[in-house]
């Protein structure tokens, strides 16, 4: 059984989220640090997994009885970047993912579709870089009363650490609760792990797809080779790699695009805007629901894809895109469990006026698996930005290449032909004719960074302890 006491909670079961803060730092000196990071575990701070399931249910009580309650919980976890790992321990840093030890800023040059000049500054090696990230997760009241405690009695300059810069993540307010800003519901389909998770029944209203755990989780079944040395080296079991981005999301160029052109294809705004993600703002999925949304089943997870047929869900959806079920068996799936949350006010009158971005918002993207090289890098490379993914498909498409992501799909930052200035995705009009549709890309990555997770056990070692 897993040891539920040894892993961090937002990688399993997840961290309740209305509010977050990401805290970002550089270690200094590492030996007043390790103290510090010694003292952080001996007063429990950090959440396991078996917390978080205790905070679960709290929270659910205290909702369903005194809401006020909730305020005085905010919950920690902590992961750090390669170059952390280094000045914590060098005999606890050898891991083979490659792109974890390049670094996200690295990775990204070398992909080419990132542009470090639209990075924020704290995330550039050539400024300053971060060697770790505190996540801070409850309401907004309880969150900042927690930074501000936790900067002052156990990562101030007194302990060897440097503040770097803090991001901040919210829930969208009302009935926007639980949708990102281009108005979708999130977080619907989510890995359940085998030993960790109850298998959903079929029919189950909230079916999920079972994912072996060591697809998230190191040194646990199904891990994808990365870390060999992780079954000899025990330091490195049940920690877990965490991609965090912060991708601003440009709504009122999506919306302006959805008014021009769904006209163009016989679709209503609506229908265009789901064709692009997959599903419905409700979250109904469009495979199932081509037409018409259907809100009695926004959180339908329980279907599958024709192989060979995109006339209702475009290949290039982006769920579609991100989870080629059908393509890739539920056993062999690149899964990732993604913990993100949403940044940023609302869309202000002036900006659906002039149809553009004036404020910045959009999605902190967080995700964790067990591999960066076969999980947040594979999809990137491999399915979201490949326009001839899934391969084989012309036959299907009316000869059109099945297109980029059309969400997070990225041009290449230095075009070498026309074609790579713009998005362009293959769909079936609402007339049912094969067609393509292009646009500009819809978000922007201002960086961020690749970390490790590690399981309270290593936390406490790293902490002297
Ligand atoms: Fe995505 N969106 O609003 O369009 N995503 N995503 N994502 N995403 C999903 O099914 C969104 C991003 C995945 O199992 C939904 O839970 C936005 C990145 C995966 O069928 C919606 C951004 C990556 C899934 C969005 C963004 C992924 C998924 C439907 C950035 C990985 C599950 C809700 C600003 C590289 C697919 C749901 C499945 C679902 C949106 C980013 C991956 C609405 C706005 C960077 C694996």
Redesign the pocket.
């Known amino acids: 059984a897993p040891d539920f006491n040894n892993i961090q909670g937002d990688i399993w079961p997840g961290l309740p989220k209305k509010y977050q803060t990401f805290w970002f730092f550089q270690i200094t000196d590492a030996t007043k640090f390790k103290p510090s990071l010694g003292k952080l575990m001996d007063d429990k701070i950090i959440t396991s997994s078996a917390d978080a399931l205790k905070h679960k249910e709290k929270i659910h009580e205290v909702k369903n009885s005194q809401p006020g309650t909730l305020h005085e919980l905010a919950l920690v976890n902590i992961s750090f970047s390669f170059k952390g790992m280094q000045k914590l321990d060098e005999s606890k840093s050898r891991f083979r993912d490659d792109p974890f030890r390049k670094g996200m800023e690295a990775d990204m040059v070398a992909e080419g579709r990132d542009r470090i000049n639209e990075w924020m500054d704290e995330f550039k090696a050539a400024n300053y870089g971060v060697d770790g990230v505190l996540l801070i997760c409850g309401t907004e009241s309880s969150v900042k009363q927690t930074a501000d405690n936790l900067a002052k009695k156990y990562f101030s300059s007194t302990h060897g650490i440097t503040h770097v810069l803090t991001l901040n993540g919210k829930e969208r307010p009302g009935k926007d609760k639980g949708h ?3 108005g ?7 890995p359940r792990l085998t030993g960790f998770d109850k298998k959903c029944q079929k029919g189950d209203g909230n079916y999920q797809y079972m994912c072996r755990p060591g697809r998230i989780i190191i040194g646990h079944d199904g891990e994808m080779n990365n870390e060999p040395k992780s079954k000899h080296e025990p330091w490195a079991k049940d920690g877990s790699y965490l991609v965090v ?1 912060k ?1 601003k ?1 440009y709504v009122p160029e999506f919306n302006k695009y959805l008014k021009d052109n769904a006209p163009k294809l016989n679709f209503t705004e609506d229908q265009l805007g789901a064709r692009l ?3 419905w703002k409700s ?1 109904a999925p469009v495979e199932k629901h081509p037409f018409t949304d259907e809100p009695k089943d926004a959180r339908l ?1 329980e279907f599958n894809y024709n192989v060979n047929d995109h006339t209702k869900c475009p290949f290039s959806s ?2 579609r895109k ?2 080629p ?1 059908s393509i890739v068996s539920d056993r062999d799936m690149n899964d ?1 469990m ?1 913990r ?1 949350i949403p940044y940023g006010p609302e869309v202000d009158p002036k900006e659906t006026e002039s149809n553009e971005t004036q404020i910045d918002r ?2 902190m ?1 967080l ?1 964790y698996q067990s591999s960066i090289g076969n999980g ?1 890098q594979f ?2 490379r491999s399915w ?1 930005n490949l326009n001839t993914f899934p391969a084989d498909k012309t036959e299907y498409t009316g000869g059109h290449n099945p297109g980029q992501d059309a ?2 799909g990225q041009l290449v930052s230095k075009p070498q032909k026309p074609s790579q200035k713009i998005l362009t995705t293959a769909l079936v009009d609402g007339e049912g004719k094969h067609t393509t549709t292009s646009f500009l890309p819809f ?1 922007q990555s201002n960086g961020g960074d690749y970390f490790f997770s590690p399981s309270l056990k290593l936390l406490k070692e790293l902490g002297g302890k």
């Not at 979708?184 to 989510?190: G, W, Y």
């Open positions: 990102e800003h281009f979708f519901l999130d977080a619907i389909s989510q981005r991708l999301q993600v997959g599903r979250g997870n982006h769920i991100t989870k079920r990732i993604r993100g959009g999605l993207f995700c947040f999809l990137k979201v969400i997070i978000i």
